[in-house]
């Protein structure tokens, strides 16, 4: 499978909305409710931050949210902070176990 | 709490194989998959794989089929993922992250182990 198609940056100012997107095929995105995004700090483990489009695990905070519509994914965070500047990845569910990555949204915070 | 220990840093000669090696606590493993995600420097995350802890059920990213083989062992949860014929292309930080599904894969990794440093150099 192709990777799923991210901005390779992103940017707002603290207390701003960001949203980053996702876009990929009929065959995954469209596909299937199983879109999960990732932030990931440098040196630092990937954590879970949405899953299933638009679920949120406990301690994420809700300034986090996710969306989906048709062949594209997308991700918002709301009244950013600068511990939210990091790398995003997006992955979705592609069929008979398998899985594609998005190639990563670095987002800065201003 | 959950956690997921990843074995030390490897380094490898071009041709040989790796075992890193991934030791749940804090949950049944049994209960749950395991997946297995790799960054090459510079680079994105790319999924090579999952396991399931339940039955040993496997999914393999075509890229990496044939020389890649996912294990687990129920008796001290651990899995374990094995890589062949390194080329330096393979020099990546490996992780491991324990997957929702516990018969199919379910793209919902937390959380993840604390990464393996691979360098394939001659």
């Known amino acids: 499978q192709s990777a799923l198609t991210q901005p390779p940056s992103a940017s707002g100012s603290p207390g701003q909305s960001v949203t980053v997107s996702c876009t990929g095929t009929?065959?995954?995105?469209?596909?299937?409710?199983?879109v999960s995004w990732y932030q990931h700090h440098p040196g630092k483990a990937p954590k879970l931050m949405i899953y299933?489009?638009?679920k949120r695990p406990s301690g994420v905070p809700d300034r986090f949210s996710g969306s989906k519509s048709g062949n594209t994914a997308s991700l918002t965070v709301s009244g950013l902070q600068a511990e939210d500047e990091a790398d995003y990845y997006c992955?979705?569910?592609?069929?008979?176990?398998?899985?594609?990555f998005g190639g990563g949204t670095k987002l800065t915070v201003l | 709490q959950v956690q997921l220990v990843q074995s030390g840093a490897e380094v490898k000669k071009p041709g040989a194989s790796v075992e890193v090696s991934c030791k749940a606590s804090?949950?049944?493993?049994?209960?749950?998959?395991i997946s297995w995600v790799r960054q090459a420097p510079g680079q994105g995350l790319e999924w090579m794989g999952w396991?399931?802890?339940?039955?040993?059920?496997?999914n393999y990213a075509q890229k990496f089929q044939g020389r890649v083989t996912m294990t687990t062992d129920t008796s001290t949860s651990t899995a374990h993922m094995e890589l062949s014929s390194l080329i330096s292309d393979d020099t990546a930080v490996y992780y491991c992250?324990?997957?929702?599904?516990?018969?199919?894969?379910?793209?919902?990794?937390?959380?993840w182990g604390q990464g393996t440093l691979l360098t394939v150099s001659s």
């Open positions: 396991i399931s802890a339940y039955n040993g059920k496997t």
């Open positions: 992955t979705s569910y592609a069929g008979s176990n398998n899985l594609v």
């Open positions: 992250a324990r997957d929702r599904g516990r018969q199919q894969l379910a793209n919902c990794f937390d959380p």
């Open positions: 299933d489009v638009s």
């Open positions: 009929s065959s995954d995105v469209g596909a299937y409710n199983y």
């Open positions: 804090g949950y049944t493993f049994t209960d749950y998959g």
